[in-house]
């Protein structure tokens, strides 16, 4: 069965940092995209990032930038997103996707993890 689970999500001081991981099982993602999205309260969910796989190239929203940064350790099959300098804004639940192409849209993405909490304290 094909996994992703998300961990590292908590409660932070505004300006403090937190890592969160995506652990992928079942199969191999050398051929994808693995990508970061965020859904807050009465918000859609929106692209934070995503790395190639296999080349480790990273994209990142505007709203992140500078502060996120997305890497992956491919024996472990695991991807992380660092995040520091938080906002409040930042405030989310962190979900881990896979995709064949490089999009910011949910829904063309074939795998997804459950999600793990962020809460950004102002």
């Known amino acids: 069965q094909v996994q992703l689970v998300e961990s590292g999500g908590g409660l932070v001081q505004a300006g403090g940092s937190l890592k969160l991981s995506c652990a992928a099982s079942g199969r191999t993602f050398s051929g994808y995209y693995m990508g970061w999205f965020r859904q807050a309260l009465g918000k859609e969910r929106e692209f934070v990032g995503a790395i190639s796989w296999s080349r480790g190239s990273t994209y990142y929203a505007d709203s992140v930038k500078g502060r996120f940064t997305i890497s992956r350790d491919n024996a472990k099959n695991t991807m992380y997103l660092l995040m520091n300098n938080l906002k409040a804004e930042d405030t989310a639940i962190y979900s881990c996707?896979?995709?064949?192409?490089?999009?910011?849209?949910?829904?063309?993405?074939?795998?997804w993890g459950q999600g793990t909490q962020v809460t950004v304290s102002s």
């Open positions: 996707a896979a995709d064949r192409v490089l999009t910011i849209t949910p829904g063309s993405y074939d795998y």
